[in-house]
């Protein structure tokens, strides 16, 4: 790597020694990809940038538990998503209402094509049917099929065994695939 743009295990040794901008460098790469990991699952902004500055401070503080360097983007990752999880949950037995599920947000969309658009509508059509899912299938399916987790990972991650999670998995995608049939015209 070049001196302007450091590599990430140059960088975590410099964090380790409490370099403040070599801390900023590393929240500079990552911080886009773990807001948007947290958002999908919290449905939140702030509570998702609070979990992410969070994640990052655990993350700085643990640096010396993780084994291996190169590692760091997936192990910030595991930290992003534990938390959010566990935000999800507290928030799901206050049983509070997101604004965003009241009120409908009006965005200018000049200059985009038409197709994009439909693209658009058709994932957050998909996006509001994995909204009336169970709990365990809405958390089962966005770390399966957008967070990219196999199933081992989403065993250790939910507390179930490789059983469960293979079959939670397959009953929360007939459920969405019959959820969709109506709303998508198949």
């Known amino acids: 790597m070049t001196p302007n743009h450091p ?3 140059d960088l975590l040794g410099q964090c380790k020694s409490g370099n403040q901008r070599a801390q900023m460098e590393v929240y500079n790469r990552y911080y886009k990809a773990m807001y948007n990991t ?22 700085f503080t643990k640096l010396d538990s993780l084994k291996e360097p190169a590692m760091f983007g997936p192990w910030l990752k595991r930290i992003v998503v534990n938390n959010s999880i566990y935000e999800y949950h507290k928030h799901q037995k206050n049983n509070d209402v997101p604004l965003e599920y009241v009120l ?7 200059g985009v094509t038409e197709d994009y658009e ?15 899912l169970k709990e365990n299938y ?11 987790y196999d199933y081992e990972e989403i065993c250790e991650i939910m ?15 007939d ?12």
């Open 7 to 9: 590599n990430i295990i």
């Open 38 to 59: 947290s958002l999908r699952i919290v449905k939140d902004r702030f509570k998702a940038e609070d979990i992410m500055q969070e994640s990052f401070l655990n993350a």
């Open 104 to 110: 409908y947000k009006v965005e200018d969309n000049q």
């Open 118 to 132: 439909w693209t658009n509508a058709k994932a957050a059509q998909i996006m509001e049917c994995m909204k009336s």
């Open 138 to 148: 809405q958390i089962g399916l966005t770390l399966f099929l957008i967070e990219g």
């Open 159 to 173: 507390n179930i065994s490789y059983a469960n999670c293979r079959t939670m998995i397959s009953r929360a995608k």
């Open 175 to 186: 459920s969405l695939r019959q959820k969709l049939k109506p709303v998508m015209g198949y």
